[in-house]
């Protein structure tokens, strides 16, 4: 399944939505592609909301990402996040803007999640910025700058996302080891399930939930009897590594 909306999905499973309206303003690309968890989580809220939605940013490319003065981690940089508001004008409520974050916070791909309030973000005016959560493990660099996301996501590292498993990584990952009932690690625990599943190791029924459970234990110890690992379930330095190769 691929992390990225196809062609023929904008206007059909994404009927609210056109791929143009996700376009770099000034080369009107789309980089490797938007996330799909990002339009499945503007599709649902278009469905359930009833109201239509416009984007103001999508995916943009590093030089359009400074000229607007965006982080260089941005995830508008991958087609993992969008600003965007309802054309009824319903945002410009900073109440309303509040209460919708908070309600996005609750949703199945969030990764990060903010709006302009008493002028913090002057910038976004009535606009909303979601996050979507994506793991790109097609290649070493993928998985790791997903694996450098989810660390900053999770646990405020600011470590620079460049898929390079360097010093500053490895330590914090070792500082930051996944076990069994993990809490507050939901980005980092989505990483490690879509990289065990993918070489082959099941986390169980719920799969990629963001949750380490006995599954996803079980799964972690199997991969690491059949990688010359310690067999612990706890994810350190060394099964990071392991997992990235
Ligand atoms: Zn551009």
Redesign the pocket.
Known sequence: MSKYVQDNEWGTKYPNFKKKEFE????H?VGKGIATTLLDTLQELRTKKGKSIAISSGY??S??NKKVGGASNSAHLIGAAADFYFEDGSLANQNTRVALVNELKNTKYYHWCYCNVNGNYPNMGAAIHFDSNIVDTSTREERVKSLQRALNADYKCGLVVDGSFGPKTEKASHNNYLYLGKKEATNHIKWLQTRLIELGYSVGKSGVDGSFGYDTQNAVKRFQNEHGLQVDGCVGKATHKALIK
């Open positions: 770099c303003p000034c080369c690309s943009r490319c030089k359009q």
